[in-house]
């Protein structure tokens, strides 16, 4: 399908400035694109689990969101819309609500991959006609920086310090966009600031006009857990996608399809290097580490292409 992106990009914001975000951050990039999907004549209920982007772009009585906007804990940003949803269908049937309303919920990957994961799986089981949308930062940065399952191995944090005794984090990240596709729902996509945003738009606009549930699992790097200068985020999503850390696929009716592949695929070192939190790793001491680094990726990139070409 063929978009002419300069009348995307003039359709109105419905992320208002003014939230209080970090510079450099991923997660205002995530929702402002995801936003912009929507087609201007539909209304949107934004549910928004607590977390960065939470605490950042809400403070009662006053949002950053033009639309309906719905604040929960971190355990409940599946079940909060889908019972929104489920209240819109009864509502509509019954001739009360005439207008068009879309229903999308953020989580960061605190609220989605751990605490949240289990109203997230039972809102996806059910086929909630929603999009949840993880801005994954790989940690809990809003409460300090703590290691989460989707923080990637070796990953300096302060609940897996790096020192005398530790290398950091030292599992490896959970792969969840695979969790979600195997409840069978209609779309799942991964995607990142890539392309000058084409590959996140197209998929949410994908996303929130495919019937069923929905979920995309993006990239949002964060400058203070990862510690690299603000104006490196689109440099560091690339290298993500071209060392094939952090593919660019979707999952569509079961069928799964790769969007990128890259040329010539580089060495993990090159997105590694861009952030201080795995600076440890280039220490002379610590080739094995990046070897078995490159392996692991090497493994799932592997595991992808075949799900891709069955």
């Given amino acids: 399908m063929a978009y002419n992106f300069k009348e995307v990009m003039n359709k109105p914001e419905r992320l208002a400035p003014g939230h209080r975000l ?11 694109t995801v936003l912009r999907a929507l087609k201007p004549e539909d209304h949107a209920v934004i549910g928004n689990a607590t977390g960065c982007l939470e605490v950042s ?14 604040h929960n804990a971190f355990a409940c940003a599946g079940a909060t819309l889908a019972g929104v949803e489920t209240a819109y269908n009864a509502l509509k049937k019954r001739g009360k609500i005439d207008d068009t309303y879309k229903f999308i919920t953020f989580g960061g990957d605190g609220g989605t991959y751990d605490i949240g994961i289990q109203s997230l ?36 944090t302060t609940t897996t310090p790096v020192g005398k005794v530790s290398n950091g984090k030292m599992q490896n990240r959970k792969d969840l966009a695979a969790i ?9 996509a991964q995607t990142t600031f890539t392309n000058n945003m084409k590959d996140l738009y197209v998929k949410a606009e994908k996303a929130i006009y495919t019937p069923g549930a929905a979920f995309l699992n993006v990239m ?21 996608v071209e060392t094939c850390y952090w593919p660019l696929f979707e999952v569509v009716d079961g069928k799964w399809i790769l969007n990128y592949e890259p040329k010539k695929k580089l060495p993990i070192e090159d997105f590694l290097k861009t952030q201080g939190r795995f600076k440890h790793l280039f220490k002379p001491e610590n080739e094995g580490l990046l070897a078995q680094y490159q392996e692991e990726v090497d493994r799932r990139w592997e595991e992808l292409q075949f799900r891709c070409s069955r």
Avoid at 58 to 70: R, V
Avoid at 131 to 156: F, H, L
Avoid at 220 to 240: F, H, M, Q, V
């Fill in 220 to 240: 949002a790097p964060c400058p203070r857990g990862w510690r690299y200068e603000t104006s490196d985020i689109a440099n560091i999503c690339k290298l993500a």
């Fill in 180 to 188: 979600i596709a195997s409840h069978n729902i209609p779309y799942v």
């Fill in 22 to 32: 970090c510079a450099g951050c991923g997660a205002g990039i995530t929702v402002r």
């Fill in 121 to 156: 799986s039972g809102a996806m089981e059910r086929n909630h006609d929603l999009v949840y949308v993880c801005y994954d930062n790989g940690a809990y940065m809003n409460t300090g920086i703590q290691r989460s399952s989707a923080t990637p191995m070796y990953a300096d």
């Fill in 57 to 70: 772009s809400f403070m009662y009585p006053y949002t950053a969101y033009e639309d309906s906007y719905i």
